[in-house]
């Protein structure tokens, strides 16, 4: 990352939010190079246009206002999870889990190959990089990334949440035919779908 651009990171972060205007005033930058940045960090997900505002003046065009992202600003998502796993314990009911994070209510009625469609776009919605593939034993399902790898160290029972997930969706039990942990930052699961 540019100089520029880590400034603009740490100027918004102080401000919550600036125009591109502004922000080349504050970081002595011209106006051009100023939005020309904040184009890349918005592109990059780090910095999104929170608003359109008109000139303190009254005159001109409106203005973007720039602040930084959710994900820049991160959160304490993980170490919540893991007190409420750590809380949980062995009173952790897996399917009653999997059916707060699924709403099976569109995957009833459906043909298989349309219920398959339809859990890999809800699974890539919730971040799993999700495909399905014929096979010999049948179907299956296949997640490119752990969306719970910040949590999962400690808790393998959130992998037994997956699986519940998989089996609410088909309506049939799911068996574990491939996973691979050896892989780093993700866990590539592949399932195969009983009849």
Not at 128 to 140: I, K, L, S, T, V
Request: proline share 5%; net charge positive; hydrophobic share 45%.
């Amino acid at each position: 990352m540019t100089a520029s651009r880590q400034k603009i990171l740490t100027h918004l972060k102080k401000t919550r939010s600036a125009s591109a205007r502004e922000i080349a005033r504050a970081l002595k930058l011209s106006a051009p190079n100023a939005r020309h940045h904040l184009s890349v960090l918005c592109s990059d997900g780090r910095v999104e246009m929170a608003a359109i505002q008109r000139s303190r003046e009254g005159r001109g065009r409106p203005e973007k206002v720039y602040s930084l992202s959710e994900a820049a600003l991160g959160d304490n998502l993980p170490a919540l999870t893991k007190a409420l796993l750590a809380e949980a314990d062995s009173r952790l009911r897996v399917d009653a889990l999997a059916e707060h994070i699924l709403d099976v209510t569109p995957f009833a009625n459906l043909a298989i190959p349309k219920r398959l469609a339809l859990l890999v776009e809800t699974l890539n919605a919730m971040h799993y990089q999700a495909r399905w593939e014929a096979g010999a034993d049948g179907p299956r399902v296949m997640f490119g990334r752990c969306p719970y790898a910040k949590v999962i160290d400690g808790h393998p029972e959130i992998c037994k949440v997956d699986l519940a997930i998989l089996e609410l969706a088909m309506g049939r039990p799911i068996s574990t035919v491939q996973k691979n942990q050896a892989a780093v930052g993700f866990c590539p699961f592949v399932f195969r779908i009983g009849a």
